[in-house]
């Protein structure tokens, strides 16, 4: 290295690496903040090789690998594109005598299922590889098989500031892990006093905080401030709070991944005058050194997407940073000089942040992942070494998008249309989108992959077209976000060239049908009644504000969602008419016969429908449902209702209870849990609320016995008793005792007390006057004759003087007949 250059911390040790590097192939390098590793590490490697191949490091973010092409090539007196280079989306400056080259994380992966040896390429370094991005992980897995299987030589390098290293060593085989303490200049440390009063967060509230802290820091301090907030919405609400209350020759500067370079390195140029104050997101976080920053408001929050599995919706969530990245951040203040850092959150609330963010790949959309395994060859993610394994739930959800555009067959294989996908620089489903509507889909697959140009205008995605459309977006000043528009237009830019050589679709379709085409799972159709919900085709509820101009449409397509998993925000949709949806869909659309019971109509209904997914496009009589069809629904309705029991009914299962080891356990509670087997035979034909509580389930029941079962159910618990005069009367067993009730005149002549079964059990006798009322219960015919019986006779021949009242009953004949007239 040349030694007029002037000394960094991390030359302490490039000498143990390299030395590591070349014995081993493989090292893993911790160094902290300012410690020059990104721009000595590649030169290191460069000068002690012996090999005259290319050196390629990863970045995450484009600004990153710019700005360390850049700083390399000033060091080596040459210009970018020389002896160092590099390569991002949209860009690139390289030459044939480049040996160092700077790529952002995506393009490996393609450099990769390109040339799978990576000819020419001696050592790849992954750097900041602690912000664990899918891109990195995935071309951590990809490089490590190539050199266990293709390329013994390839020397891989993983590089990290607040990374865990044991694991990554772990990984790449017990490989060496050299750290670099580095000097950096002391950073004091002040927190909040106090938390952030609850009441206090209403809207606007962290800004307000933010805003006051970032004062606070200005008036005790000296230098740069940079200031670290979650996002660019943030970030402007700061920078209006600020106005007026900082010093006039504090210039306050802007730095987030929408922004274009040149706005971009004004950020982290040198202050020309005064001071400078940069409101960033966590670009600025790793491999950006922001000249004359002395001082660090952490506001403690970070933007990540989330992806739920069951809902196949990503959104961005704002958490609190980890304590990774907040040393992170924290080392910014340190690398010039001594420095502050303020934190917006008290000591003690310090505790409860975790150690490290989490990796993308354990809450990001795998769609990508899965097509690059498929591409590569891998079955499963399983056959590749990843430091973290991917969520299979995500991974089946991904798999399944894949299969519905086309990308994958149903054995999991890459098809030639997922081919394409594939080496286009978008999310598969504006691939798709492309591939199928060509040129015309391009303003709208950039708008779609960038960030929402218009702010405050609905849900409507015709106006942003309109916008992005139009040579000068003047006429929108008012709602424009100026850094989204122009990021825009340069996506769409760059996939005019992606589609060259692009065979031209067969077909011109709308805009709403090219939405479609990319969202088949998020074609919405409204919800009866009156507020804006609707059923998205992939079976989960969404909505719209009441005021929307969509909120009126019977069918969206649905291009941006909150990603609610129970019922999501719409953001951004157009209004399609149902024919689109069946001529661009006809493949997948089914129809399904039902026959279910309304809880709602109270009835069976038998339904013909046409399905799109969740969406019932079409809906009709079913005139010919089966009766087995209509007897399933029926029985849903008596789980509804209950099953009917009539007192026969009743006595009947009071019956079988009593003998619970020997029959049928028809507990009511229980009863219509097995009814498939016993009842669907007889309700053929019902179909109503009134039909089903007029339905008598007892033969039912009583076809479930046996021959056997019924004989002894009859031996133990006869149904009924037979009277003297031959009646059968019947038998309530749900009491304490069997018990019937009777005429009194119909007992006369009984001497004996009644009793039923093989054990003779008592009956419990009610005895009913000639007008069926009760007089007396005994359990003791003969003493009832012989002692109440007298007092009743006294009571009752006045009431009844047609009937016979003999002084000894029990030599009279029985009778239910009154007396002849004289």
Request: proline share 6%; aromatic share 6%.
């Amino acid at each position: 290295m040349n030694p007029s250059q002037f000394s960094l911390p991390i030359d302490e040790v490039v000498g143990a690496f390299c030395d590591a590097l070349h014995r081993h192939g493989r090292v893993v390098l911790q160094a902290p903040p300012g410690a020059g590793k990104t721009t000595r590490i590649p030169l290191a490697i460069r000068e002690s090789s012996k090999t005259t191949g290319r050196i390629l490091m990863l970045e995450p973010r484009r600004l990153a690998a710019r700005a360390a092409a850049e700083r390399m090539a000033r060091t080596l007196g040459e210009n970018v594109g020389e002896t160092v280079g590099y390569r991002i989306k949209g860009e690139v400056k390289s030459g044939k005598n480049t040996r160092i080259e700077v790529v952002t994380e995506g393009i490996l992966t393609r450099m990769i299922q390109s040339d799978p040896e990576l000819s020419g390429v001696d050592t790849i370094i992954f750097d900041e590889f602690h912000e664990r991005s899918l891109n990195a992980d995935l071309g951590l897995a990809l490089c490590w098989e190539i050199k266990g299987a293709l390329r013994d030589d390839l020397q891989i390098v993983v590089m990290s500031a607040t990374l865990d290293a044991a694991p990554v060593a772990a990984l790449l085989d017990d490989c060496p892990i050299i750290t670099s303490e580095g000097r950096s200049f002391p950073v004091e440390t002040r927190h909040l006093p106090k938390p952030i009063a609850r009441t206090a967060k209403k809207r606007g509230w962290f800004e307000d905080a933010a805003a006051s802290l970032i004062e606070t820091a200005v008036n005790e301090t000296e230098g740069g401030v940079l200031v670290f907030l979650p996002g660019e919405g943030e970030i402007r609400r700061v920078e209006t709070r600020l106005k007026g209350r900082v010093p006039s020759d504090c210039h306050i500067h802007t730095l987030f991944g929408a922004m274009n370079f040149k706005d971009q390195r004004a950020a982290i140029a040198p202050a020309k005058s005064g001071r400078k104050i940069v409101l960033a997101t966590a670009i600025a976080e790793t491999s950006l050194t922001i000249e004359d920053v002395r001082v660090v408001v952490d506001c403690g929050r970070s933007r990540r997407a989330r992806f739920d599995p069951s809902s196949g919706m990503s959104r961005l969530v704002t958490e609190p940073v980890s304590r990774a990245e907040a040393e992170q951040r924290r080392g910014r203040a340190g690398r010039v000089a001594e420095g502050t850092c303020y934190r917006m959150w008290t000591k003690g609330e310090e505790g409860a942040l975790s150690a490290f963010p989490p990796a993308e790949i354990e809450s990001t959309d795998l769609a990508s992942l899965v097509l690059e395994l498929a591409l590569w060859g891998a079955a499963s993610a399983d056959e590749l070494a990843f430091l973290t394994p991917p969520n299979t739930g995500a991974m089946i959800e991904a798999r399944r998008l894949l299969q519905s555009l086309g990308a994958l067959d149903d054995e999991g294989r890459t098809s030639h249309h997922g081919k394409q996908i594939a080496r286009l620089p978008l999310h598969p489903r504006l691939a798709h989108m492309l591939l199928k509507a060509g040129d015309n889909a391009i303003p709208l697959a950039a708008l779609i992959n960038g960030r929402d140009p218009i702010r405050g205008q609905g849900c409507d995605i015709r106006k942003r077209l309109e916008l992005i459309r139009s040579s000068s977006p003047k006429n929108f000043a008012a709602e424009l976000n100026h850094a989204a528009f122009h990021s825009i237009k340069d996506e769409m830019k760059s996939l005019v060239k992606s589609l060259k050589g692009v065979q031209p679709p067969e077909v011109d379709y709308s805009e709403a049908e090219m939405i479609a085409l990319a969202y088949p799972d998020r074609i919405a159709m409204r919800r009866p009644g009156g507020q804006p919900r609707y059923i998205l085709s992939g079976g989960k509820g969404a909505f719209l504000a009441d005021d929307d101009p969509l909120a009126g449409a019977r069918m969206l397509v649905v291009s941006d969602l909150d990603g609610d998993a129970k019922e999501a925000r719409i953001r951004q949709a157009l209004q399609i008419d149902q024919s689109s949806v069946e001529r661009l869909f006809s493949d997948q659309l089914i129809w399904v016969e039902s026959c279910e019971w309304s809880r709602r109509e109270r009835k069976v209904l038998a339904r013909k429908q046409q399905k799109l997914g969740a969406l019932t496009l079409s809906d009709t009589n079913w005139k010919d449902a089966p009766d087995d069809a209509i007897a399933n629904a029926a029985l849903d309705g008596f789980r509804d209702i209950g099953l009917p029991v009539s007192a026969a009914t009743a006595r009947f299962l009071s019956r079988v209870a009593l003998f619970p080891d020997d029959l049928p356990d028809m507990c009511v509670d229980k009863i219509l849990d097995d009814a498939e087997d016993w009842l669907l035979p007889h309700i053929a034909g019902l179909k109503t609320e009134n039909q089903l509580r007029g339905f008598d389930p007892l033969p039912a029941l009583k076809q479930r016995l046996n021959w056997e079962q019924t004989k002894l159910l009859d031996q133990l618990a006869p149904a009924s008793f037979v009277t003297p005069l031959g009646h059968k009367t019947p038998i309530d067993y749900s009491g304490e005792a069997p018990e019937i009730s009777v005429r009194l005149q119909e007992m006369f002549g009984v001497t004996e007390h009644p009793t039923v079964g093989k054990n003779r059990t008592p009956l419990r006798i009610t005895l009913l006057s000639p007008a069926r009322r009760p007089l007396q219960t005994t359990a003791d015919l003969p003493g009832f004759w012989a002692n109440s019986y007298a007092d009743v006779r006294k009571d009752m021949r006045g009431q009844y003087p047609k009937h016979p009242w003999p002084e000894d009953p029990t030599k009279e004949a029985p009778t239910l007949r009154a007396k002849r007239r004289q």
